[in-house]
């Protein structure tokens, strides 16, 4: 079983940056692709962003491109989302998925593990 622990979400200002954590953990966490996705109110669950596990390669929805980075540190059990130029059509829940495999995906379908989310509102 893999866990993960969101953080780092908040209000914000449009243009404003925001960086938000996800802390994974469990014994069969290990080999995992990445991703962060998000929620607004009314609409489905979409992708933003995902890293793959060996060459920390990344992937960007069109929406985010230019503006969010993913990264992991090290240890690859922490990822991260650093957001920048934030836009009000930003704001979402935004929520930290592995999937047992290290390749990207952009399906929701194709992560296993989900964390409990974590707001993000970026005012106009």
Known sequence: QVQLVESGGGLVQA????RLSCA????????????????????EREFVAAVSWGLGSTYYADSVKGRFTISRDNAK???????????????????????TGPGIRIRRDDYDYWGQGTQVTVSS
Do not use: H
Not at 24 to 42: D, E, I
């Open 15 to 18: 243009g404003g940056s925001l």
């Open 24 to 43: 994974a953990s469990g014994r069969t966490f290990g080999g995992n692709a990445m991703a962060w996705f998000r929620q607004a109110p009314g609409k």
């Open 77 to 99: 059990t922490t990822v991260y989302l650093q957001m920048n130029s934030l836009k009000p059509e930003d704001t979402a829940v935004y929520y930290c998925s592995a999937r």
